[in-house]
Nanobody, 116 residues
Framework: QVQLVESGGGLVQAGGSLRLSCAASGSIFRIDYMGWYRQAPGKQRELVARITSGGSTNYADSVKGRFTISRDNAKNTVYLQMNSLKPEDTAVYYC??????????WGQGTQVTVSS
């Protein structure tokens, strides 16, 4: 059994910053990749950023240059530093992790609200 625990969401003014964290725990053999998705009301869930075990990253075009994903392999934790936040970044953000031999898991979601 594995768990993903997210933290760091909240309310921030436009132009502000937030940092999300997602820690994986439990019976972990290896993590292939970790990432963040988001879902705004009435919209489909979309990939925000992903980082592989080797450190390769990819980002949604809408967040490039503003968000940075990083990973602490020793702590099985992924971070999403979000700068220059915009009202359109408002969404529930979900941690997504693929574990070798166990498959894909999702976190419970954390709300990010950016006021204009």
């Amino acid at each position: 059994q594995v768990q993903l625990v997210e933290s760091g969401g909240g309310l921030v003014q436009a132009g502000g910053s937030l940092r999300l964290s997602c820690a994986a725990s439990g019976s972990i053999f290896r993590i292939d990749y970790m990432g963040w998705y988001r879902q705004a009301p009435g919209k489909q869930r979309e990939l925000v950023a992903r980082i592989t075990s080797g450190g390769s990253t990819n980002y949604a075009d809408s967040v490039k240059g503003r968000f940075t994903i990083s990973r602490d392999n020793a702590k099985n934790t992924v971070y999403l530093q979000m700068n220059s936040l915009k009202p359109e970044d408002t969404a529930v953000y979900y941690c997504n992790t693929h574990f070798t031999l166990r498959g894909e898991y999702w976190g419970q979601g954390t709300q990010v609200t950016v006021s204009s």
